[in-house]
């Protein structure tokens, strides 16, 4: 058991649920202070000393080199949707970058039809990936670890499911990529997005369908969070089905038993790629991704 999530509902402050067709959103923060010297991939690339791009000797589908010149950790979560390069690409591993340091980062590409410069510099797209993209991307590297000691996803199946969703929503799309599904769609949406609008020092959401745990978000610096919550609406109300039904619950009742269960896990440490140490394990047949510094809990993924 990891001691960061031991008796984890002792220290949350819920608000009050949004709901939405069959969801249900609910924030929270937490009563104890974690490491948040860091900030995120949505502030590091105002930075002129901050760069991500293709590798020096040989670009790569599957990686990507993050210069961090800064004097600032940057936190880049996997999901991340940057935009450039030879193709677009979302991260595939949560990832914390050291002030003044280089990782290279696995990633995935989302736009199968180009393999040609549009800017030498990724900048971070407003969107993230498709929330069934996403869970899908967290199963496929959480299994390479496994079985090859590797963050690689299996990228045919991450084109699969770009197609599907183009097909599907009737989006014109010339290279297959996953941007224009947002393009396409947003724009004709009436939903009044201001439903969503996140209180002051909000750090994670615990999202049910149904009444049933089904996404769990936390970071530990409330800004970084709030930049990341915005794009993750997005992708929610892009991929969830169109319902009138709205689900009334107990839904702290239920974070909590979540949590309680969530205790009892026991939760495998994995190479990381940047700083601190990153944990993966499974809670009804959802995959957990960890990240911790200097024994501070700093990322937490439930999907």
């Keep these: ?15 009050h649920p949004v709901l939405w067709n069959e969801l249900a959103i609910m924030p929270f923060k937490l009563k104890k202070e974690f490491f948040k010297n860091y900030i995120g991939i949505s502030d590091a690339v105002k930075k002129e000393n901050f760069l991500c791009k293709e590798l020096d000797e040989l670009a790569r589908v599957s990686q990507i080199k993050c210069i961090n010149k800064t004097r600032s950790n940057v936190l880049i979560i996997e999901g991340e949707h940057i935009i450039g390069g030879n193709q677009n690409r979302v991260v595939n591993f949560t990832t914390l970058i050291r002030k003044n340091s280089t990782v290279v980062l696995p990633v995935t590409c989302v736009e199968e039809g180009r393999w040609s410069i549009l800017n030498k510099k990724f900048k971070d797209s407003r969107n993230f990936a498709l929330f069934d993209l996403r869970k899908r991307l967290r199963k496929s590297v959480n299994k390479s670890y496994r079985t090859k000691r590797n963050y690689e996803s299996e990228q045919s199946s991450i084109w699969d499911t770009v197609h599907k ?81 709205n689900v009334e619950a107990d839904y702290e009742q239920l974070a909590n038993n979540f949590f309680e269960k969530l205790s009892k896990i026991e939760l495998q440490p994995v190479e990381p790629i940047g700083i601190g140490q990153n944990y993966v394990g499974s809670v009804d047949d959802m995959n957990i991704s960890l990240l911790t510094y200097e024994n501070d809990l700093v990322y937490l993924s439930i999907l």
């Design 1 to 15: 058991m990891i001691k960061q999530i031991q008796n984890l509902s002792e220290f949350i402050i819920y608000d």
């Design 165 to 245: 969703n183009i097909v599907c929503r009737k989006v014109v799309s010339m290279t297959g990529a996953m941007e224009d599904i947002y393009s396409t769609i947003l724009p004709k949406l009436t939903i009044d997005f201001s439903k969503f609008k996140l209180k002051k020092d909000v750090q994670g959401l615990i999202l049910f369908n149904k009444a049933q745990v089904v996404n769990v978000e936390f970071m530990s610096n409330s800004n970084v969070f709030s930049n990341f919550y915005e794009k993750y609406i997005r992708s929610l109300i892009i991929s969830s089905d169109k319902s009138n039904l």
